[in-house]
T-cell receptor, first 109, second 112 residues
Framework: GQNIDQPTEMTATEGAIVQINCTYQ??????LFWYQQHAGEAPTFLSY??LDGLEEKGRFSSFLSRSKGYSYLLLKELQMKDSASYLC??????????WGAGTKLIIKP | DVKVTQSSRYLVKRTGEKVFLECVQD?????MFWYRQDPGLGLRLIYF???????EKGDIPEGYSVSREKKERFSLILESASTNQTSMYLC???????????FGPGTRLTVL
């Protein structure tokens, strides 16, 4: 079956670095997405990886290893506004998104 | 600026009522999606559409139907609402299958 696994909740300190991991099993693979979702709001796109390696976008970076079925989202210089849920989603061979349950990130001062 | 709008942010209905949730996008996207989101379960796909008048079942279509008469509009219909359909409903649109999906603000539906 298809499955996306990510931790339910993580806590980090303002100004620090946090890595949110995601492992995936999909029928075929056409890329991996990360979305951010603040409480009560819609998810917003953060990144898309289809090739192995690290993609950096300001304070946020996303890494993909297709051979390991593994991705992570790295957030640097954490700010209080980064408190949100982070959703990992894999794109399968039918171009359907398979979603993880999301990781709730709590930032403490 | 990319925009997906949904007809209501909050909705309260009674068991057995027919419920219409409407979604409109202004990006000329071919693809539109309806999800529900429940705590601990993540986003689950109800129905999607890759073209006008075309619809495909997602993972949990039971109890729902959809309509896409115009490219910009995708409606979700609950023929006879039940309490287990209380949830957050999110609409999304995307230009290609592998482009990011843009989400509407969501409708929090409560069925009493």
């Amino acid at each position: 079956g298809q499955n996306i696994d990510q931790p339910t909740e993580m806590t980090a300190t303002e100004g620090a670095i946090v890595q949110i991991n995601c492992t995936y099993q999909t029928s075929g693979f056409n890329g991996l997405f990360w979305y951010q979702q603040h409480a009560g709001e819609a998810p917003t796109f953060l990144s898309y990886n289809v090739l192995d390696g690290l993609e950096e976008k300001g304070r946020f970076s996303s890494f993909l290893s297709r051979s390991k079925g593994y991705s992570y989202l790295l957030l640097k210089e954490l700010q209080m506004k980064d408190s949100a849920s982070y959703l990992c989603a894999g794109l399968d061979s039918n171009y359907q998104l398979i979603w993880g349950a999301g990781t709730k990130l709590i930032i403490k001062p | 600026d990319v925009k997906v709008t949904q007809s209501s942010r909050y909705l309260v209905k009674r068991t057995g009522e027919k419920v219409f949730l409407e979604c409109v996008q202004d990006m000329d996207h071919e693809n539109m999606f309806w999800y529900r989101q429940d705590p601990g379960l993540g986003l689950r796909l109800i129905y999607f559409s890759y073209d006008v008048k075309m619809k495909e079942k997602g993972d949990i279509p039971e109890g729902y139907s959809v309509s896409r008469e115009k490219k910009e509009r995708f409606s979700l219909i609950l023929e006879s609402a039940s309490t287990n359909q209380t949830s957050m409903y999110l609409c999304a649109s995307g230009g290609q299958p592998y482009n990011e999906q843009f989400f509407g603000p969501g409708t929090r539906l409560t069925v009493l």
